[in-house]
């Protein structure tokens, strides 16, 4: 009883002065006239509160900064590997910077587009080797592709090319006369149909040379092609027999 009667004889005045005086807050007139303390106080701590405390700001969410992708390349020997059409070849190369799991593909240009013919993943050092299987006959040009990702680049480069090679029968002659076509190939063959210059890739005994069509023939049932001298003495192959050919 004896708080609220001293409560009561501060009045409204003395209650501005001493929330202000304790709350740190400037002094506020207000119009208080005629109200009870009880009124007065509510008054002048909701004031308070309203001076105090500032509205919550909501949270910016700070961006995340992404690492720059880093630039990557192939480190591969290009080459030039001729095979039977449908046997499986290797080709092994290296993608930088060297990471483990990468995947890279093996893509060959046939009929005029790019499909590809294999694919494989890196080892740690970055090393890769991708089987994959020779496509038909005629020359195959290879190319390696990388999509990107895990911190690096895309990138591709050139493989070199395949010969898909496919069997015929070849026998030889000595070359020694004029030719149908009217020049020597140092490494010649004659054939029945192909025009002259055409060039004929024949591998025999884990060899292969590149020839050059010079002259007609062999008119002999079942023989596709004639070597000359010279193509049959780098393949080893005298008299008659099954090489594998493809016409570039």
């Known amino acids: 009883m004896r708080a609220r009667g001293t409560v009561r004889a501060l009045g409204a005045a003395p209650i501005v002065a001493v929330c202000a005086a304790v709350c740190g807050v400037p002094t506020v007139a207000l119009a ?9 106080a509510k008054t002048v701590v909701a004031h308070t509160a309203a001076v105090t405390m500032p509205a919550r700001q909501p949270a910016r969410r700070q961006p995340v900064a992404r690492p720059t992708p880093v630039p990557s390349r192939f480190a591969v020997a290009r080459q030039a590997m001729a095979a039977e059409a449908g046997h499986f070849m290797t080709l092994q190369g290296r993608l930088l910077p ?12 046939t009929g005029g587009r790019w499909t590809r013919l294999a694919r494989g993943r890196t080892r740690p050092t970055g090393h890769f080797a991708i089987r994959y299987s020779v496509p038909g006959a005629g020359r195959t040009a290879l190319r390696l592709s990388y999509a990107g990702g895990r911190g690096a680049r895309a990138t591709a480069a050139s493989a070199g090319s395949v010969v898909g090679l496919e069997p015929t029968v070849a026998s030889w002659y000595y070359d020694a006369g004029n030719t149908a076509c009217g020049f020597h190939a140092y490494y010649g063959v004659a054939n029945k149909s192909l025009p002259c210059g055409t060039h004929v890739t024949f591998e025999y005994g884990g060899r292969s ?7 007609r023939g062999p008119y002999v049932y079942g023989r596709s092609f004639d070597f000359n001298q010279n193509v049959s003495r780098y393949l080893g192959m005298y008299g008659v027999a099954t090489v594998l050919s493809s016409v570039q």
């Open 98 to 109: 060297a990471a483990r799991g990468r995947v890279v593909s093996l893509n060959g240009r």
């Open 32 to 40: 208080l006239t005629g109200t009870s303390s009880k009124t007065a």
């Open 209 to 215: 040379v590149v020839a050059t069509v010079d002259d």
